[in-house]
Protein backbone atom coordinates (compact mmCIF):
# COMPACT_ATOMS: atom_id res chain seq x y z
CA UNK A 1 0.00 0.00 0.00
CA UNK A 2 1.16 3.91 -0.69
CA UNK A 3 -0.11 6.09 1.11
CA UNK A 4 -0.15 9.92 -0.79
CA UNK A 5 -1.14 12.89 1.54
CA UNK A 6 -1.39 16.48 -0.12
CA UNK A 7 -2.37 19.61 1.70
CA UNK A 8 -3.58 21.96 -0.33
CA UNK A 9 -1.98 25.03 1.00
CA UNK A 10 -4.08 28.12 -0.25
CA UNK A 11 -7.03 25.98 2.00
CA UNK A 12 -4.69 25.08 5.11
CA UNK A 13 -5.14 28.04 8.47
CA UNK A 14 -1.61 26.31 9.70
CA UNK A 15 -4.32 25.50 12.88
CA UNK A 16 -1.91 22.73 13.54
CA UNK A 17 -4.49 20.17 14.35
CA UNK A 18 -2.80 17.59 11.78
CA UNK A 19 0.77 17.27 13.85
CA UNK A 20 -1.44 16.94 16.89
CA UNK A 21 -3.84 14.29 15.94
CA UNK A 22 -1.21 12.05 13.62
CA UNK A 23 -0.22 9.24 15.91
CA UNK A 24 3.04 8.24 13.78
CA UNK A 25 4.42 11.77 13.43
CA UNK A 26 3.92 12.02 9.80
CA UNK A 27 3.74 16.07 9.69
CA UNK A 28 5.65 19.05 11.38
CA UNK A 29 5.10 22.52 11.04
CA UNK A 30 7.27 23.87 8.57
CA UNK A 31 8.49 27.37 7.45
CA UNK A 32 6.77 27.99 4.31
CA UNK A 33 4.07 29.56 4.35
CA UNK A 34 0.92 30.27 1.69
CA UNK A 35 -0.12 33.51 0.53
CA UNK A 36 -2.24 34.31 3.41
CA UNK A 37 0.76 34.45 5.08
CA UNK A 38 -0.25 30.99 7.66
CA UNK A 39 2.43 28.66 8.46
CA UNK A 40 2.07 25.35 6.78
CA UNK A 41 2.35 21.19 7.64
CA UNK A 42 4.57 19.26 5.82
CA UNK A 43 4.57 15.54 5.41
CA UNK A 44 8.06 14.41 6.68
CA UNK A 45 7.23 10.97 7.30
CA UNK A 46 5.17 9.58 4.81
CA UNK A 47 5.94 6.18 4.79
CA UNK A 48 4.78 6.02 8.39
CA UNK A 49 1.63 6.89 7.65
CA UNK A 50 -0.90 3.96 8.28
CA UNK A 51 -3.61 5.59 6.53
CA UNK A 52 -6.19 6.19 9.76
CA UNK A 53 -7.56 9.26 8.14
CA UNK A 54 -7.52 11.41 11.55
CA UNK A 55 -5.54 13.95 9.71
CA UNK A 56 -7.81 14.75 6.71
CA UNK A 57 -11.34 14.01 8.98
CA UNK A 58 -10.49 16.75 11.21
CA UNK A 59 -8.96 18.82 9.19
CA UNK A 60 -11.11 22.12 9.94
CA UNK A 61 -10.68 23.64 6.61
CA UNK A 62 -10.65 20.47 4.83
CA UNK A 63 -7.13 20.96 3.39
CA UNK A 64 -5.67 17.41 3.81
CA UNK A 65 -6.18 14.40 1.32
CA UNK A 66 -4.95 10.80 1.13
CA UNK A 67 -5.12 8.94 -1.75
CA UNK A 68 -3.99 5.20 -0.84
CA UNK A 69 -2.80 2.68 -4.31
CA UNK A 70 -1.93 -0.65 -4.41
CA UNK A 71 1.70 -1.54 -5.10
CA UNK A 72 3.58 -4.92 -6.38
CA UNK A 73 4.54 -5.20 -2.60
CA UNK A 74 1.53 -5.55 -1.04
CA UNK A 75 -0.37 -7.69 -3.66
Known amino acids: MKVDIRIRKERCKG ?3 CVAVCQTAVFEMADERNS ?3 SLPCV ?3 EKC ?3 GLCAML ?4 AIR ?3 SETEESK
Open 36 to 38: DGH
Open 66 to 68: IEV
Open 50 to 52: VNC
Open 59 to 62: CPDF
Open 15 to 17: CGV
Open 44 to 46: VFP
